[in-house]
């Protein structure tokens, strides 16, 4: 089945630690984004990549860093300066040609204790 | 600055009402309108809109694109208590292909 899979869907750090979040998708999309969300909130952009070995920061970057070396895998680093990670991650992917929708991961859930 | 606007932010209605959201937006080089329906994870997609006046429908769901007043519309008829949900707006701008959300709709249907 194609789709796109996140992991892990929950994940616990402590202060101080950085930590990865896993997207794959086996959609053969080109662009692939990552969002956060916090309670009662829509979704915020981190960043995104529209092509390998590519990628361009989006609204909220600070603290967070990506890597695009596959087509299929587009992974997440919240690092230490980030100062309130605890949120709701989604990965998506989508066409990089015309006006085509996203589609979205089933996220993880990143608890800061 | 672009910016969506959705309201109302929470609605509570019975089996069987119908419902109106609304999507206003204020983005420069406009290419696209979206809606997805949330469900405790993952947003999956309902409509996208490109053309001004043009209803799509999908079963009980109807959507429609105003570019002259900059709003948009999802209708949803005879609501059932699968459709509580948070709905969400989002338009993408410009040559790149990232969405900016608004902050969502919470429907509550109740049986």
């Known amino acids: 089945d194609g789709g796109i899979t996140q992991s892990p869907k929950y994940l616990f750090r402590k202060e101080g630690q950085n930590v990865t979040l896993s997207c794959e998708q086996n959609?053969?999309?080109?662009?692939m984004y990552w969002y956060r969300q916090d309670p009662g909130q829509g979704l915020r952009l981190i960043y995104y990549?529209?092509?390998?070995?590519?990628?361009q920061k989006g609204d909220i970057a600070e603290g967070y860093s990506v890597s695009r070396e596959k087509k299929e895998s587009f992974p997440l680093t919240v690092t230490s300066a980030q100062k309130n990670p605890t949120a709701f991650y989604l990965c998506a992917s989508s066409n990089r040609d015309g006006y085509n929708e996203q589609f979205f991961g089933p996220g993880t859930r990143l608890t800061v204790l | 600055e672009d910016k969506v606007v959705q309201s109302p932010l929470s609605l509570v209605v019975h089996e069987g009402d119908t419902v109106t959201l609304n999507c206003s937006y204020e983005v420069t080089n406009f290419r696209s309108l979206l809606w997805y329906k949330q469900e405790k994870k993952a947003p999956t997609f309902l409509f996208m809109l490109t053309s001004s006046g043009i209803e799509k429908k999908s079963g009980r769901l109807s959507s429609i694109l105003d570019k002259k007043e900059l709003f948009s519309i999802l209708n949803i008829t005879a609501t059932q208590t699968g459709d509580s949900a948070v709905y969400l707006c989002?338009?993408?701008?410009?040559?790149?292909?990232?969405?900016?959300f608004g902050s969502g709709t919470q429907l509550t249907v109740l049986p």
């Open positions: 959609l053969n999309h080109d662009a």
């Open positions: 990549s529209q092509i390998v070995n590519d990628f």
């Open positions: 989002a338009f993408s701008s410009g040559s790149a292909r990232q969405l900016t």
